[in-house]
């Protein structure tokens, strides 16, 4: 599977023999679904309805490393990319025990990292059988503020978004 790589990521994801990082691991086979800013939004708008007794059946895994500033979107976990394929395991196994189906993944625009891991997530559930759906956020945290701004983020910092313009 090809996966574009937006040449910022490339810079920042190179490793110090000049090998990008995800060389180290094999390629994905799988090409997860997108899932729109809008259906997160609602997603989370409607957990936000149902209140704290409904359990949450969607995890929202942030993927930046360096370039994680601005905020994440609310209730999202940071999984560093550089880190994730040697983790897939333990977060499968989380999510299985916490009744979690939907595990989605984001990054700056979701052009690179975020379909990585998604699929490198949905490669290892094809692998030992599971019902968990691995999704990428189509525009990532960039396409979230665009449209959002600072509604259900947390950490939101909007001098930092001003500065990336």
Request: charged share 25%; hydrophobic share 35%.
């Amino acid at each position: 599977m090809g996966i574009h790589v937006h040449e910022n990521c490339l810079h920042m994801a190179t490793r110090e023999d000049g090998t990008p990082w995800w060389t180290a691991f094999p390629e994905p086979k799988s090409d997860p679904t997108r899932i729109t800013p809008e259906e997160v939004f609602n997603l989370l708008e409607e957990h936000q309805r149902l209140g704290g007794s409904h359990q949450k059946d969607f995890l929202l895994v942030d993927v930046r490393r360096t370039d994680c500033t601005g905020g994440t979107v609310a209730s999202s976990i940071n999984l560093p990319a550089h880190s994730f394929y040697p983790t897939r395991k333990s977060l499968y196994e989380l999510c299985m025990q916490a009744g979690i189906k939907r595990v989605i993944f984001y990054c700056g625009q979701s052009n690179g990292r975020g379909p990585r891991c998604a699929a490198w997530l949905q490669d290892y559930v094809k692998e030992v059988g599971g019902d968990i759906e691995s999704l990428v956020m189509a525009g990532g945290i960039k396409a979230w503020v665009q449209s959002y701004g600072g509604r259900m983020m947390d950490g939101y910092d909007e001098q930092s978004w001003l500065d990336k313009r």
